[in-house]
């Protein structure tokens, strides 16, 4: 049986770059920026027209959720259909997997450095060492309050190096093909991924009235931040794959659930508190995600808009922006060459793009020499 590697989905790779900034701006940002409102004219009449992003940067978390998701999705998509066929060897995949993963977590690590002095000020002396020794191990995150230790968004490299892990077993289950009982699945595994949240709701383990994107006790870190509440997120990407197969890459049906999966993303972001900050972390935006998914997957307008080449470009960079913006920013602030240069005035703007072009060139001169080097000393490239 011979298998081939599916078709590159470059519109995925361009919505990468938007969830990633997002992340940077949840971060280094104040939503409110981003309420943009002006007058025009109309028929003698003055209208004001209003672009409201706030509530899409305030919830620069889902963008996560997202990559879950999408990861598990585009590991299914080039590797399923050989793992039903038995011919995906995992432990070539799982070298593949740490050759692309690692190069960049480690140069995160090497910037954190100077994290550590204060993780030792912040925490006893028995938590630092196990935060030592779990994080360059990918583990730090099956220990909630070490999760975010010495570089803070690694603590999902700790999920998705457990996600890696599962994938071959995953993937080798064949996926119904009727598409009502994969809709079916899809389903199972939503509310699955929703027990979590609707279970921190219900019992308030933390006793925090209204939980938000500033809370933080221990319980909520576990379902923030531990691999294990976001692995229904990761079995959904796997599992769309399947759906993804059954559906015509042409025709309005794509178009239709990618225009829905935004729209509906955004009106749920627009209600703000209204709607359960433990539930819209992860589990419930899962369908949503989905439909988006399988709209930029497709071939239709939305697909070629987000396919554009500087999307694509600086999509592919999105692990790297992803995994280092913290120290990127602190090395851009920390060493104060925008006063030096006088272009503080022009802060934060200016940082957001010495950032993305940092991670641009992290991903040419780091990520892909040092993947190139460790697949072949591993022997883990995998055959077309």
Not at 68 to 93: H, K, P, T
Request: net charge positive; charged share 15%; hydrophobic share 55%.
């Amino acid at each position: 049986m011979e298998i081939h590697r599916p078709a590159r989905l470059d519109a995925l790779t361009g919505l990468r770059c938007f969830a990633a900034v997002n992340i940077v701006l949840f971060h280094f940002s104040n939503p409110d920026w981003f309420n943009f409102s002006t007058v025009v004219r109309i028929f003698s009449h003055d209208v004001t027209l209003r672009l409201n992003f706030a509530p899409i940067v305030n919830a620069g978390y889902a963008s996560v959720s997202f990559f879950i998701l999408l990861s598990g999705f585009v590991l299914a998509y080039n590797y399923a259909v050989r793992a039903q066929a038995g011919e995906l060897e995992r432990g070539r995949f799982w070298k593949a997997r740490f050759t692309r993963l690692y190069p960049i977590y480690f140069l995160g690590l090497i910037l954190s450095l100077g994290m550590l002095k204060l993780e030792y000020s912040a925490r006893t002396h028995e938590m630092f060492w196990t935060g030592v020794v779990l994080t360059p191990l990918l583990l730090q995150g099956w220990v909630p309050m070490l999760a975010t230790f010495w570089n803070t968004p690694a603590w999902t490299m700790s999920a998705e190096s457990f996600f890696y892990a599962l994938f071959p077993w995953l993937a080798k289950w064949k996926p119904p093909t009727q598409m009502g009982k994969l809709l079916g699945v899809l389903a199972c595994i939503w509310f699955v991924g929703m027990v979590p949240g609707a279970l921190y709701i219900l019992l308030n383990p933390d006793g925090i009235a209204h939980p938000d994107r500033w809370s933080s006790a221990p319980w909520l870190v576990a379902l923030k931040f531990t691999p294990l509440p976001h692995l229904a997120s990761f079995t959904f990407g796997v599992v769309l794959a399947g759906l993804d197969r059954l559906l015509r890459r042409d025709g309005w049906v794509r178009l239709a659930l990618g225009v829905f999966g935004f729209a509906s993303i955004f009106g749920l972001l627009e209600l703000g508190p209204k709607v359960p900050y433990a539930l819209i972390h992860d589990g419930l935006l899962m369908p949503l995600f989905g439909c988006i998914v399988l709209g930029l997957a497709g071939k239709n307008l939305l697909a070629t808009v987000l396919s554009i080449r500087p999307l694509v470009f600086i999509g592919e960079a999105s692990y790297c922006m992803y995994l280092l913006h913290f120290n990127l920013w602190n090395l851009i602030h920390d060493s104060h060459v925008l006063n030096k240069l006088h272009l503080n005035q022009f802060d934060p703007w200016i940082s957001y793009v010495l950032l993305i072009g940092m991670a641009i060139l992290a991903l040419h001169y780091v990520e892909k020499p040092a993947q190139t080097q460790l697949r072949r000393l591993m022997h883990a490239v995998m055959p077309e």
